[in-house]
């Protein structure tokens, strides 16, 4: 059974970083695409960034797209989502997810963890 943990979220003031890592536990890592969503109060969940198998494919949201990195370490069993230059309109909860269809396909995505929150303050 797969469980994922994410950490690294925080309060960070506008323009600063943050890096998010989601801890995969179970079998087969690397055979899963894995993704970042988010939420904000009163808002709909956002796909962030989604990347495949390796790190040479990955898609990002035109919002977090140049300031947002999405990598993945398949020794590690761990996703990281990079975030540079935030802004308040960044504040959410941070979601890791996994599928094991295309990383580009949201609604693919069905298992969660718990989330993380980020707040960036202006």
């Known amino acids: 059974q797969v469980q994922l943990v994410e950490s690294g979220g925080g309060l960070v003031q506008a323009g600063g970083s943050l890096r998010l890592s989601c801890a995969f536990s179970g079998r087969n890592f690397a055979s899963y695409a894995m993704g970042w969503f988010r939420q904000a109060p009163g808002k709909e969940r956002e796909f962030v960034a989604g990347?495949?198998?390796?790190?040479?494919?990955?898609y990002y949201a035109d919002s977090v797209k140049g300031r947002f990195a999405i990598s993945r370490d398949n020794h590690k069993g761990t996703v990281y989502l990079q975030m540079n230059s935030l802004k308040p309109d960044d504040t959410a909860i941070y979601y890791c997810?996994?599928?094991?269809?295309?990383?580009?396909?949201?609604?693919?995505?069905?298992?969660w963890g718990q989330g993380t929150q980020v707040t960036v303050s202006s």
């Open positions: 997810a996994a599928s094991i269809d295309d990383y580009r396909h949201p609604r693919e995505y069905d298992t």
């Open positions: 990347i495949g198998w390796s790190d040479s494919a990955t």
